[in-house]
């Protein structure tokens, strides 16, 4: 096994590293969409209390429907390729980055509000130059969670066309001992999601 594993590396080394390639990219695209849209979700939804439940609640909804099912659905409505994959990406990492801007802002202690009140801050410039940057600690854990989770995600996108770590698992599962393709495609996916995690880690620092 280990020798068709060394040989299976040799022979297919620029197509391991270009469907590694892609897999970074759909995973990196769809948190930094997920960014675009949830934040500035969280920061509305921090000055509309009201609304969060509902909202929170929907995004808690699209969490319990299987990722394949979503999948799925979105082949139907967007077809083939990546930017279906995008989708479903953005679909299952809204609730962390949503919900984290959330309950960080929310939670930010009073007495930094009431102070910069007292010093002539208006709303908007408490939320941007006090709320946020308080918050931005528990932001950032809901960002990297998001990651971790678009690296799962992206791994079905092999059933649509888009590539990544899981078609390398896929032409392991469909040929006769491909073990060791399986084995490669499953470190590849690990690999990544470490990697995103130590890199996002290393930046905020």
Known sequence: MFDNLVQYLSENSSYLITQFGVHVYISV????LTFLIGFPLGILLSERPKLSDIVIGIINVIQTIPSIAMLTVLLILMGLGQNTVVATVVLYSLLPIVKNT???LVNVDPMYVDSAKGIGMNRYQILYMIKIPLAMPVILAGVRNALVIS?????????????????????????TDGGPIIIVGAVLCAFIAMMMDWLFDWIMK
């Open 151 to 175: 690296v799962g995600i992206t791994t079905i996108g092999s059933f649509v066309g888009a590539g990544g770590v899981g078609d390398v698992i896929l032409r392991g599962i469909a040929i």
């Open 102 to 104: 959330y309950v960080g």
């Open 29 to 32: 695209i769809g948190v930094v």
